[in-house]
């Protein structure tokens, strides 16, 4: 097993235990902190008027969201979204668990989590995409708003500004259910995901998940990126 993707503990009989995993890749944990950060950031200067940086916010939130769908498909074991997703059953008995402060240890995202994860990741390119379309007949357009006629920009514009407080929503869930599983499980969710490491549970035992290639996700980046960046260039823009 490669050396810091898992942790050991001796038991008395000096058989080594797994007790700390590494779950997250610097990659998952750089998208949902940058993301976390971008939010507010783009909400500010949207109220403020800061157009130029709305649309820099909003194109970097794209790029980062298109890297994310793709890392979830050929990505990290923990990353992918054929690890995490379950039946909608299976995240109601994971609810279930937690509300008898019970629920087991998960590598990675658990039954629920990974619909929250889905649910965030859509709304955001959803809202992104909207964005490009936008029009507000003022000041400010998004570069392929001209080349869908009015009414389309329009239904854009709409839904630009009303997914979001969707996602503002669907975000505070997000945390209050961090917060309870730090109150009722005694589980750090916020130091795993800014480590990257999990601390089993004693007598648990669980394998390190692959971890997927650096190069293949600077690369997929690059392209993600690099494909926003042509769109962001199809016409000036001060809006996103």
Do not use: C
């Not at 008898?100 to 998960?106: F, K």
């Not at 589980?187 to 995901?193: E, Q």
């Amino acid at each position: 097993m490669p050396a810091g993707r898992m942790g050991w503990a001796m038991t008395e009989r000096g058989v080594p235990n797994v007790r700390v995993l590494k779950v997250w890749d610097p990659w998952v944990r750089l998208t949902h902190w940058a993301i976390a950060l971008l939010l507010p950031f783009s909400w500010w200067t949207a109220e403020t008027s800061r157009h130029d940086l709305h649309f820099l916010s909003g194109y970097a939130i794209l790029t980062l969201v298109l890297f994310r769908i793709a890392w979830g498909l050929v990505g990290s074991e923990t990353a992918r979204f054929g690890h995490f997703l379950k039946s909608p059953v299976a995240a109601l008995r994971h609810l279930s668990h937690l509300r008898r402060r019970e629920a087991p240890v998960d590598v990675g995202h658990n039954a629920a989590g990974g619909w929250m994860v889905l649910a965030l990741l859509l709304l955001l390119l959803v809202q992104a995409a909207a964005g490009l379309f936008a029009d507000d007949l003022i000041f400010t357009r998004g570069p392929l708003a001209r080349r869908v006629d009015e009414a389309w920009s329009s239904l854009a514009t709409s839904i630009h500004l009303r997914v979001f407080w969707v996602i503002v929503a669907l975000a505070v869930l997000h945390v209050l259910a961090v917060a309870a599983y730090r109150v009722l499980l005694g589980r750090n969710l916020v130091r795993t995901m800014l480590t990257g490491s999990l601390v089993l549970p004693d007598g648990q035992q669980a394998a390190a998940p692959r971890l997927g290639s650096p190069v293949l996700a600077l690369a997929l980046l690059a392209a993600s990126g690099g494909f926003v960046w042509w769109i962001s260039t199809l016409r000036p823009a001060s809006m996103f």
